[in-house]
């Protein structure tokens, strides 16, 4: 820690426990105790029950969960392509050009996401690109929604990176290609994986893109924990909302996992 006395030390701590507790810690926990509960008597829920998991993990709940998982792992993909290549042309086009480059790629994430979906349902709805009521508009939303932070967090890796052992490949007769795949992609890897994470987190909690597109037949688990709310369901959207938060965080920590054994190479 910066702070290196030892009354300075505890007064830090303490501060982060009160602003942690009430702002970060408590909603979630209350939430994980109504996703248990069946009614809500004083402050706290009451009533044990583990009804609201079963219902959670069968049926539409699971549909909605597999949808969710599909749409942010292709978004992710698509977003990792797009932004490294865009993060890499921009390194090679100086600094002006990264900057015009950089302000494209952050045109969807400066603006609220139910407009980038209203831009994206007006685009895609008549020939010859016809996507609405299909899943790809949803994945097509989401992807144009993360890719910004794909391409943030990869350009700045760039930045980062060390010339000299490009320069030392490049120097030994590697052809731009053999730099690219074997050098500079490889020093990369730790952060593709920590902008693969971030895209995929985004993208399981997207909800309002995603509700002015979805089809009847591609429901996002967001949409079903909003919708079940709506109908008063505070308990089952509860359950739901704790199916979504692990699922999100199982797989950040793979992702964090893979980042590591990269990070060590």
Known sequence: MLVHSRTGRWTAWIMFAVLFAPLFALPLLVIVAASFSTNWSGALPSGPTTAHYAAAVR?????????????????SLIALTVGTWAALAGAALGRKGKRVLDALFMLPVAVPSVVVGLAV??????????????????????????????????????????????Q?????????????????????????????????????????????????????????????????????????AVVLMTATLLVLLAVSRIRNRASFR
């Open 59 to 75: 049926g539409e709940s699971l549909r909605a969960l597999t949808t969710s998982l599909v749409t942010a792992v292709t978004a």
């Open 121 to 166: 349902l007006v685009a895609y709805s008549q020939p010859p690109v016809l996507l609405n009521g299909t899943r790809w508009i949803v994945i097509l939303a989401h992807t144009v929604l993360v890719t910004a932070f794909a391409h943030q967090s990869v350009s700045a890796a760039i930045e980062r990176l060390d010339p000299m052992y490009e």
């Open 168 to 240: 030392a490949a490049a120097g030994l007769g590697a052809r731009p290609s053999y730099v690219l795949l074997r050098v500079r992609l490889p020093l990369l890897l730790p952060s593709l994986n920590a902008a693969a994470g971030l895209c995929f987190a985004l993208s399981m909690g997207e909800l309002s893109a995603t509700m002015m597109l979805y089809p009847p037949d591609w429901m996002s688990l967001p949409v079903l924990v909003f919708t079940a709310t709506d109908r008063g369901s505070l308990f089952t959207g509860s359950a739901l």
